[in-house]
DNA sequence: CCGCGAAGATTGCAGCAGCATTGCGGAGCT
DNA sequence: AGCTCCGCAATGCTGCTGCAATCTTCGCGG
């Protein structure tokens, strides 16, 4: 892990440094804003730790300008201000953390960690079939990723047939996935759906085929 | 943004809901870690507000167990306890972040928003539809980058849809993001919600449309 | 290869569920 | 007090959806 340091305070740089490395964590430091903006542009840090008041300005202006040149790179702000005010005004403008001094280098190593942590971006499932692409969870058809929409039960045959997609789903099933145990059904309605269905994706362009499985189901390929 | 917040005094819990929600952050609230579990299960919250003391446990004991089983959501600790030592702890295992009491809220609203800043988005320019610019952390709507104010429900109505811009968001989802469990629904409002919101963006010009997918939801698409 | 029956496909129709809109009044904020 | 927001409900309307009638396709046996 690395980390690049701004602080003007050489002491308490070289001391933190020191107590960072024997966390493993390797810092760079320097003085000054002008440098800092050089560094980010050539080396990847996993974090910076900015001082707040710093000889050529503000380190807050800083956080603005990382961002706009495209970092995502966590900030922590240090300072010897800890007024709750102070504080907002830090996160506001985009840090991710603030730490008051004095602080103990653990809680300082604790809050790059939980920074660092922080980055959960769940994926999307989707299946893809054809040009088209369904996500059964949110209940999202595409096609050339421009969203498609269709009527509740023909999406519900849908997504059932998309998550087997070239394996035969029984009528039972695609019943069941269409309608609760209170409402029976008692004619074709699911061939009706099916039809409009099929006539919906051809008209859509997708590039699937809804196969009828005679006396057994259905199927989903591609075509 | 929805919030779960786990807090035992009652009074404290009722005013931080209703402080948040000026913010347009809507609150669920549970005093026991029991109760809590289960409610994040759904995984709906965007972030958790945790007391360390708790009539039935220490608080910190509920992280690992919530982590355990699978959540990534931001945990935010809340404690009357500042020390530094403390914070280390709640932050080691697995908090992300620790806001000694008394705070203001808009620290917590900062807080909050810095923890669900993904590092992942860079510079967080916010959602583009059409001459609409939504910034879903802090709230705002710019048309052609002049600021836009809507009330607060359909504020959040169009926030949750612009989050999945060209995606269909259930109808529950949208219940989910205007209305705390407790403040339950009985007629259309959020249809109301939606055909005011049209109106205002129609008035507006912001080049999207609010498309309704029967039986389904909502989505948003530029027009 | 042909014919037949059964399963599937298609489509008009009618009923109605779900969405859109809007006025009203209460509640909350300034 | 004056304002906006917001929930509620009444109204109108769109189009989904179940049904059934009719046509087509499929598979099998002769």
Redesign the interface.
């Known amino acids: 892990m690395r980390l690049l340091l701004i602080e003007d305070e050489k002491e308490l740089a070289i001391a933190l440094s020191g107590a960072l490395g024997k966390h493993g964590i390797v810092t760079d430091h320097t003085m000054h804003l002008a440098d800092a903006v050089e560094l980010t542009r050539q080396n990847v840090y996993d974090a910076i730790l900015l001082d707040r008041r710093l000889p050529d300005g503000e380190g807050l202006t800083f956080i603005p300008e990382l961002?706009?040149a495209?970092?995502?790179?966590?900030i922590i702000v240090l300072t010897a201000r800890n007024e709750?005010?102070e504080?907002?005004e830090g996160?506001?403008v985009?840090?991710?953390?603030y730490l008051g001094k004095p602080?103990?280098v653990?809680?300082l190593v604790?809050?790059v960690?939980?920074v660092l942590?922080?980055?959960?971006?769940?994926a999307e499932p989707g299946i893809v079939a054809g040009r088209m692409m369904v996500?059964p969870l949110?209940?999202?058809v595409?096609i050339d990723s421009?969203?498609i929409?269709l009527?509740?039960?023909e999406?519900l045959v849908l997504v059932a047939l998309a998550k087997r997609k070239d394996k035969t789903v029984l009528r039972s099933t695609l019943e069941a996935a269409v309608y609760n145990y209170e409402e029976e059904i008692q004619s074709n309605a699911l061939d009706a759906h099916i039809s409009r269905l099929r006539k919906r994706l051809l008209d859509a362009g997708a590039g699937v085929a809804i196969h009828a499985i005679r006396g057994v189901g259905y199927l989903l390929r591609e075509e």
Do not use: C, H, I, Q
């Open positions: 961002r706009r495209g970092t995502d790179t966590p709750p005010m504080r907002v996160l506001n985009g840090a991710d953390d602080f103990l653990e809680e604790a809050r960690r939980a942590r922080r980055p959960s971006s769940l996500d949110n209940l999202n595409t421009t969203p929409d009527p509740r039960r999406l």
